[in-house]
C-alpha cells in the first residue's frame, strides 16, 4: 500500500514530498501532466521552446532563498535581468528545469490522472484508470476550484476553500524574425499585461529569430477564455507585433495557451488545510498567495504537520 500519495506534481507537491524524503518518508506524486512542474513550465514547438507559465521565481523569505540557492549551485537556476532591471530567478535552460531539480530522487508518476477521491475505514482510495491504490495520507495540490471534483461537491472541506478566486491568463508565444526592443515589458493596464524575450533569459537554445511570450491581462483572458487557441493566437498576435514595432510579416511560430486558474487573486489565509485525522491535506499556491513561493510555502508546512502527526 503506498502509505503517502500526494495528488499534483506542481511546486507544492514537489515541495512537500521533497521535504518528506529528507526525512526518510516516501511519498508517491501523481500527476495528470505530460511533465512535473504543473504551471512551472516550458513548452517546446518546433525547434522552439517558451515559458508558458511562471516566468521566475521570486525570493520571498530566507528558507525559499536556501532553496533556490541550493538549485543555482546546480545549474538548474540562473539570474536573469528583466526589462525593469529587477535580478529574476529563472529556470535554466527552461522554467521546467526548477521543477525537475525538486524532482531529483522523487518518486512521481506522470500522465497519471486522478479522477477520484474517495474514504472508507481502511484509507483513501484513489481512482486511476479503473484501477484503485489505497493510501493511509493523500495530499492534495491541484488548485482549489479542481478539489470538488476530487472530492464531491459536498465534501465538508469544500466549503471552506469556497471563497478562494482565480484570475486566468491568456498566453501568446511566438517567435519573431527582426529586431528586439526591449528584454521585457509590465504594463498591467495594457491588454498584453506582460511581454518577455523569453530567448533572452540564460541558457535557452539558441534558435532562429528571438522567442516572445506574451500574457493577456485577467480582463482581456476573462473576455476571451473560451476562445480556442488558434482565435486566441489570432487576438493576441497583433497587439504583439503591434507593441515590437514589427508586421505580421516577421512571426515565424505563434501558438496560444490557456490557463484556466493562473494567479491567485484571493487566498484562503493559511498555509493549508487538514482533516482532523491528519489523513488529509490541501495545498496549493491558492492557500497563502499567488506564486511559485507560496506554493513552496505550503507545500513544506504540509510535510512538516504531517512528520510531527507520524512522529
Ligand atoms: C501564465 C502564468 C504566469 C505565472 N507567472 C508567475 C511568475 O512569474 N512567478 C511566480 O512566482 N509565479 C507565477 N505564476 C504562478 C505559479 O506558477 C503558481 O503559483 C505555482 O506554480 C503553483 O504551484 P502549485 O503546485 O500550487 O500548483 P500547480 O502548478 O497548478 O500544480 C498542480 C498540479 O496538479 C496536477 N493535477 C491537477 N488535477 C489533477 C488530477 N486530478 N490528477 C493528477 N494531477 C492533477 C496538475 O497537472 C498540476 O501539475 C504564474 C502562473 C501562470 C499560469
Redesign the pocket.
Known sequence: MTTIAI???????LACAGKLAAAGHHAVL????RGI????ATRRAAGLQFDH??????TQGDEFAKVLGKLAATGAVAPWIDGGGQTRCVGVPGMSAMAKAMAQGLDVRQN????GLSHNTTGWHLQIAGVVHAAAHVIV???AP?LAA?LGADHPMIARVAHVRYAP?L?LMAAINGPAPFISHHDPGADLAWIAQDSSKPGRPQQEGTAWVA?ASAGFSVDHLEQDNDTIAALMLPLLCDRLGLTRDHVTHAAAHR?RY??VTQALGQSFLRAGDASLYLG??WCLG??????WASGVAIADDLLAHLA
Open positions: 495528488i499534483g506534481a506542481g511546486i507544492t507537491g501523481f500527476d495528470k501532466g512542474g504543473g504551471r512551472v507559465g511562471a516566468q521566475y521565481a521570486s497519471t490522472l486522478v479522477s495540490t491541484v488548485p479542481q476530487l491568463s498566453t500574457q490557463w493562473a494567479h496549493g499556491d499567488p506564486g511559485i513561493a507560496n506554493a
